[in-house]
Nanobody
Framework: QSQLVESGGDSVQPGGSLRLSCKAS????????IAWFRQAPGKEREGVSC????????NYSDSVKGRVTISRDNAKSTVYLQISGLKPDDTAVYYC??????????????????????WGQGTQVTVSS
């Protein structure tokens, strides 16, 4: 009934840009911090970015800092991840996630997978020539 659905992944050339979307179905994102993670073949799932429920706090991993912007549109129950300057190392399945309870993280967010309980199915980003 309640789920997160990612979209926007594509196959692009290095230096390109994408905007990924994470849309809630069956519930509203208003009171949830949302995080983006990614997982490449043979690698651990890593945090990319997160945004607090209010949108007032955002965090970015060092690997993407300066190249990504996370934002949310609560009216559309959607969180976006804008990525520019894509590199082959960005190739991965990108997941969005929410904690099990609203307001769990208050005014902050975290990039640790264990803090999140609800996960989307992922969207594939492939960066190659």
């Amino acid at each position: 009934q309640s789920q997160l659905v990612e979209s926007g992944g594509d196959s692009v050339q290095p230096g390109g840009s994408l905007r990924l979307s994470c849309k809630a179905s069956g519930f509203t994102l208003d009171y949830y911090a949302i995080a983006w993670f990614r997982q490449a073949p043979g690698k651990e799932r890593e945090g990319v970015s997160c945004i607090s429920a209010s949108g007032g706090t955002t965090n970015y991993s060092d690997s993407v800092k300066g190249r990504v912007t996370i934002s949310r549109d609560n009216a559309k129950s959607t969180v976006y991840l804008q990525i520019s300057g894509l590199k082959p190392d960005d190739t991965a399945v990108y997941y969005c996630a929410a904690p099990i309870s609203p307001n769990y993280m208050g005014n902050v967010c975290a990039l640790t997978p264990h803090e999140y309980d609800w996960w989307g199915q992922g969207t594939q980003v492939t960066v190659s020539s």
